[in-house]
C-alpha cells in the first residue's frame, strides 16, 4: 500500500527508500457527538472576545453570570406561559437534574449561556410577544414595538 518497490536495481547507483507509510488516522465524521458540540460552543464563545479589549475581562464574567440568571428567570417563564396555554413540554423548559437524574442533557443545555438566552428570549418575543426585560407581555407587535426599548438587557437600562 503506497509502497512503490525500487526499480533501480543494476541499471543505476540511485537509492531507493521504501515511501514511508503514513497511518491516516482519522476520526472525524463518525457523527455529532456532544464533544464536538461542547468544543465548537468553546470556539463560539472564545471568538466572541475581542482579544484587544482586556479592559472587558472582568465585566465579560460578570455579564456571563448576568445572562445565565436571565436565562434561568426566561426558562421559567417559558415554562410558566407555555403550561397556561397548554403546550407540551420542550427543552427550553427549566432543567431538572433532580427529577429526572437520567436524563441527558439537551443540546439546548449544551449551548453556550449567549445562544441560550437569545433562543429563549426570541421565543417569548415571537411565541407571546413578552419581553423579560419589560417584565411583560405585549397586546400586539406593534405596541411591542413601540414600548420595548429592544432585544438587548442593555437596551433597558
Ligand atoms: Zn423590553
Known amino acids: 500500500m503506497g509502497f512503490k518497490k525500487g526499480s533501480s536495481l543494476g541499471l543505476s547507483n540511485g537509492i531507493t527508500e521504501p515511501l514511508p507509510i503514513v497511518l491516516k488516522n482519522d476520526k472525524k465524521g463518525l457523527g455529532k457527538s456532544k464533544d464536538h458540540i461542547k468544543s465548537y460552543n468553546q470556539e463560539m464563545s ?89 417584565g411583560c407581555s405585549f397586546d400586539t407587535e406593534e405596541d411591542m414595538e413601540n414600548d420595548c426599548p429592544g432585544e438587548a438587557r442593555e437596551d433597558h437600562e
Open 46 to 134: 472564545q471568538t466572541e472576545i475581542d482579544p484587544s479589549q482586556f479592559r472587558s475581562n472582568i465585566s465579560t464574567r460578570l455579564e456571563i453570570k448576568q445572562i445565565k440568571s436571565d436565562v434561568r428567570n426566561a426558562r421559567n417563564i417559558i415554562e410558566q406561559m407555555d403550561m397556561a396555554n397548554n403546550k407540551p413540554q420542550n427543552e427550553l423548559w427549566p432543567t431538572r437534574i433532580d427529577q429526572n437524574e437520567d436524563l441527558e442533557e439537551s443540546e439546548f443545555d449544551l449551548l453556550i449561556p449567549e445562544m441560550q438566552l437569545k433562543q429563549t428570549m426570541l421565543y417569548l418575543r415571537s411565541v407571546y410577544r413578552y419581553c423579560i426585560y419589560c
